[in-house]
């Protein structure tokens, strides 16, 4: 049973830092890996997609990266700000009927 | 305006009570799936479908009935809603063996008492 796992589970930093949420899974044969992003009470916002066949993504401050053979993935978000602040869950498609297995997602709190 | 969408936004239900939680999608994706959401647990598959006339169950489908007579629609069925069915509920479309990934709708906060 395929497993995802973010860490920090939640994370404050000043306006401006660059960071990285990490998200790791368990069973690497994955069809492709999706970030999303969530406010507070709303939906999911789709941020960047990798198919298992790539190794990064990018849309404009943000990058994610993805190591299939390691299990991990990462997103790293350049000069911060506070519309930032938001719940970051990392989702992995096994490919079966393309069900997603989410994390428990990491709460991120940009102050200035 | 193209997306996922989902009614009621917010419902209250008393115990042994049923309902509908309805989703529609204007995208024309094959793979449509209903997922719950709780604090700490992150979302958890309900049911999904690969197309019209074909459901399968998730993670956690027991209390929940779907159906998919069309491509656009997939409701949620509440049989007999209990207590600990209280959570928010997202629908969820993509395509097949396309690399969109997938769109989620606003959700629907259901409480039950």
């Known amino acids: 049973k395929q497993e995802v796992t973010q860490i920090p589970a939640a994370l404050s930093v000043p306006e401006g830092e660059n960071l990285v949420l990490n998200c790791s899974f368990t069973?690497?044969?994955?069809?492709?890996l999706q970030w999303f992003r969530q406010d507070p009470g709303k939906g999911l916002t789709s941020l960047l997609l990798?198919?298992?066949?790539?190794r990064e993504q990018t849309s404009g401050r943000l990058n994610a990266s993805l190591d299939k053979s390691s299990g991990r993935s990462t997103l790293y978000i350049a000069a911060s700000q506070p519309g930032d602040s938001a719940t970051y869950l990392c989702?992995?498609?096994?490919?079966?009927?393309?069900?997603?297995?989410f994390g428990t997602g990491t709460r991120l709190q940009v102050t200035l | 305006n193209a997306g996922v969408t989902q009614t009621p936004k917010f419902q209250v239900l008393k115990t042994g009570q049923s309902m509908t939680l309805q989703c529609a999608q204007d995208?024309?994706?094959?793979?449509m799936s209903w997922y719950r959401q709780d604090p700490g647990m992150g979302l958890r598959l309900i049911h999904y479908?690969?197309?019209?006339?074909?459901?399968d169950q998730g993670e956690v489908p027991n209390g929940y009935n779907v159906s998919r007579s069309t491509t656009e629609d997939f409701p949620l069925r509440l049989l007999s809603a209990a207590p600990s069915q209280t959570s928010v509920y997202f629908c969820?479309?993509?395509?097949?063996?396309?690399?969109?990934?997938?769109?989620f709708g606003s959700g629907t906060r259901l409480t039950v008492v």
């Open positions: 995208m024309n994706h094959e793979y």
């Open positions: 990798i198919q298992s066949s790539q």
């Open positions: 989702a992995v498609n096994t490919g079966t009927a393309s069900k997603l297995t």
């Open positions: 969820a479309s993509s395509y097949d063996k396309k690399p969109g990934g997938y769109t």
């Open positions: 069973d690497s044969a994955i069809y492709n």
């Open positions: 479908s690969v197309g019209a006339g074909i459901t």
